[in-house]
């Protein structure tokens, strides 16, 4: 029996209590025929296999999958000898069985006891699947009769599950077929066997109505369910609506002539989940299922097992096919396998079987299969934002995906670019700090915090052990439902889950970084303010900037303060333009692309366009983001004195900047020595409408660059640093810097560990000052033609 649920893309969660047997056997499924639901849920071994797994006839076994699907079944003794003692021993399993669970024919899985009961069943609920070549029994009796029926063939069963699907037949032979779409226990073990009894409930629906949403806990039931899947639900739901195309016939016979196969591409950055969502499509027990990868094929034979997966596909349909890493099967270079799979996909038209490909870009993809008849429906998987970050995290440390948590809050607020993949990662680190917390033995941590505050600095232990968090956050927020680690003695409460002080170690590692900006010229400010000598009117500037919409948005929105989109910063070289973009992003946490002018011009024709056109693509995705372009001047100059290449590149940037009215939460910063030779287009409002001068050091400035460059270094007590001041006047900031760092020259030279007066003296007198007065002019000329200094 083939079970046909078109809104089971994710099988139940089964969040399984693994309360069994350690040392589990391997078995590979084999069919066993039987169209009957009492004995369904038997699993059928070989009297020695059954030893070996430890198991006696009727015990409740459970099984898991070696693509994560999992079951209970009850222990059963073949009737044959079931081959001659194969490797890998078989287990047979009922159609029922395994499509309730998710078992492919012919897979691996492990088999061992479990001390899992198989619960009363208070209320099931129901779905309608019938195939539409059961002919048009929905009037028949009415519902009241089906429900009837359905009643007797459940009680008549040995054991029932979520997942499974059974047919009931009325009389003149018309039949009917019903998928168990929740169970409701007082006791219920997820993804277990359940008895129906006379005081069990029957309820029908159709994916979840409001009747069994009554009789059960109040919540509709979703038509499907997402809870192990955590930031794609609109992804999902247009996914079924396709699969509910094609798994039911068209019930108008003029809508199913008008319709045509539109198969899905999905496509998306790495990481975003892809092959995740074609994993749990293989898993469904909607339909059959085939996998066409060039991994899995033999070379020279690739068009051949091309052609033999879409007849079989045709044969067995309704069914689909998948396709994961799209591109190594039907880029542009591989023209006769494009060929193919464009000649097969006309083929299906009128047929029931959907082709499902993944892919990272979509350009490539031979343009060929992108039109309609071929992967005319893209499905895009975005970057998560905030809100799907904060699903994800949830999922991934066992919550309810929309649960309300204040770490998750935390994190995903502070994960901007992070993908799905990035997000596991973080996980892991994280849980990695937690347990290096934890491992700390309970009295060796009382002596240690009896001590006074801990810093975060690693602490070895006597016997080998490093804590790398401050003990004194131990009582910081924990994750509701987060992986925990049992601890000795009384801390036990304490320790037990990931805290908000872990996340921030698995954060500030530098171990896990955003996916998004992975490819693009990234660079990772740990710039501050403190940082830069005499900023203190830069960092005012960008205050209003951008810490004014970040801190008072509602007062903002109430002016109707537009957000600024670009920032021109220019200035004589040396200054800290490059400084003062990187402490900006440090300041306010956003992600941060730099990119070289002059390497974008570098590249082959072509590319340098295509490159502008993905950095403003990917700081979109990775919102809140800072897209850094060093050296403006050397593709912004005027139209009239660039050469051809500058001027696409210019007319890109022109255009990208043009549509930044519908990005949100992104901020173009430039740099430039030269500002009089950018294209006026560019100074225009809506593009760099801010314009910031970073000039010379004042005196007071001055005195902050000194004092930080000679922070770190033993400078003689009586050094007169007011004289070096008044000497480096004129001088940028760059080259106070270089003087100082000629005076600690200066003095290892001597042999000596200290730097005196005359160490600095002589690395001021032979410096040499780059800014002229010229130069200096030509920027008061700029800021008097209109940039607001």
């Not at 019938?130 to 009241?144: I, K």
């Not at 494009?338 to 870009?361: F, M, P, Q, Y």
């Not at 002019?777 to 700029?782: A, T």
Request: charged share 25%; hydrophobic share 40%.
């Amino acid at each position: 029996m083939n079970a046909l649920h078109p809104l089971r893309l994710n099988p139940p969660d089964r969040g399984l209590s693994f309360a069994h047997m350690s040392g589990n056997v391997a078995f590979v499924v084999r069919s066993l025929p039987s169209s009957v639901l009492d004995g369904a849920f038997r699993v059928h071994l070989s009297p020695d296999a059954l030893e070996k797994a430890g198991l006696k006839l009727g015990d409740l076994c459970l099984i898991t999958g070696e693509n994560g699907s999992s079951g209970y079944g009850i222990a059963w003794r073949a009737m044959d000898k079931m081959g001659n003692s194969p490797k890998v021993p078989p287990v047979k399993m009922t159609d029922i069985f395994r499509n309730a669970f998710g078992f492919k024919e012919g897979s691996h899985v492990t088999i061992a006891k479990s001390a899992a009961k198989i619960q009363r069943a208070n209320v099931v609920t129901l779905t309608d699947v019938t195939p539409s070549d059961y002919g048009n029994a929905a009037e028949l009796d009415g519902y009241g009769r089906w429900r009837n029926k359905c009643v007797c063939t459940l009680s008549d069963a040995e054991a029932i599950a979520v997942g499974m699907t059974f047919d009931v037949t009325a009389k003149k032979g018309l039949k009917k077929r019903f998928y168990v779409e929740h169970i409701q226990a007082a006791d219920v073990q997820a993804g277990g066997l359940h008895l129906y009894d006379d005081a069990s409930q029957v309820v029908l629906g159709n994916g979840g109505s409001k009747a069994a949403s009554t009789i059960a806990n109040g919540d509709a039931l979703p038509a499907l369910d997402t809870t192990r899947i955590g930031g794609l639900i609109d992804q999902i739901k247009e996914l079924n609506e396709r699969l509910d195309r094609v798994l039911h016939k068209e019930s108008s016979v003029e809508m199913a002539r008008l319709s045509t196969n539109r198969h899905i591409l999905l496509h998306g950055y790495e990481g975003t989940g892809k092959s995740l969502l074609l994993d749990k499509l293989e898993q469904t027990s909607a339909c059959r299922v085939y996998r066409l990868e060039r991994a899995d094929m033999t070379t020279g034979k690739i068009q051949s097992t091309i052609q033999a997966t879409f007849k079989d596909a045709i044969a067995s349909q309704p069914s689909v096919v998948i396709m994961d890493d799209f591109e190594r099967l039907a880029s542009p270079d591989n023209e006769a396998y494009s060929n193919s799979i464009e000649r097969e996909l006309k083929k299906l038209r009128g047929h029931n079987v959907l082709v499902v490909a993944a892919t990272r870009s979509l350009t490539s993809i031979d343009s060929k299969l992108t039109r309609g008849g071929c992967f005319s429906k893209k499905i895009e998987l975005p970057i998560p934002d905030v809100a799907d970050r904060k699903q994800i995290l949830n999922v991934l440390i066992g919550n309810p995906a929309k649960a309300d948590d204040s770490v998750t809050t935390m994190v995903s607020a502070r994960t901007h670019g992070f993908t799905g993949v990035d997000l596991e990662l973080l996980v892991e680190e994280a849980t990695d700090a937690a347990l290096s917390r934890v491992r700390i033995q309970p009295e060796k941590r009382a002596v240690i915090q009896s001590q006074g505050p801990v810093t975060k600095d690693a602490i070895a232990l006597e016997d080998g052990l490093v804590c790398s968090q401050d003990l004194t956050t131990i009582e910081s927020p924990t994750l509701g439902s987060a992986p925990n680690v049992a601890v000795d003695g009384d801390d036990r409460n304490h320790d037990m889950g990931i805290t908000a002080a872990d996340f921030e170690v698995a954060l500030t590692s530098g171990g896990v970084g955003p996916t998004a900006l992975r490819e693009i010229f990234l660079e990772t400010p740990r710039v501050r303010w403190s940082d830069i000598g005499g900023s203190e009117d830069q960092q005012q500037r960008f205050d209003e900037i951008i810490g004014w919409p970040l801190q008072e948005p509602e007062l903002c929105e109430q002016l109707n303060i537009l957000p600024q989109k670009g920032v021109l910063l220019y200035g004589p070289p040396g200054c800290s333009k490059t400084m003062t973009a990187q402490a900006v992003a440090t300041t306010y946490d956003l992600n941060f692309i730099a990119v070289k002018g002059a390497e974008l011009i570098s590249m082959y024709v072509g590319e340098s366009e295509r490159a502008v056109r993905e950095i403003f693509r990917k700081a979109k995705q990775a919102a809140p983001c800072i897209i850094f372009f060093d050296e403006i001047d050397s593709i912004g100059s005027a139209r009239e004195s660039g050469g051809t290449k500058g001027l696409n590149v210019l007319t890109t940037l022109l255009n990208e900047m043009d549509g930044f009215e519908t990005m949100k939460d992104v901020l173009v910063l430039a740099a430039t020595n030269k500002p009089e030779s950018l294209d006026k287009a560019l100074m225009r409002p809506g593009r760099f409408d801010q314009h910031v001068y970073v000039g010379l050091p004042t005196a007071q400035a001055r005195r902050d660059i000194i004092e930080i460059s000679l922070s770190k270094s033993r400078v003689v007590p009586t050094a007169d640093i007011e004289s070096m001041v008044a000497t480096t006047a004129g001088h940028s900031g760059a080259e106070i810097v270089a003087i100082c760092e000629m005076a600690k020259r200066s003095a290892f030279r001597k042999k000596a560990a200290i730097i005196e007066d005359e160490d600095l003296r002589e690395a001021a007198r032979v410096a040499r000052r780059g800014v002229t007065d010229e130069m200096l002019k030509g920027y008061e000329d700029f800021a008097a033609a209109g940039a607001s200094s």
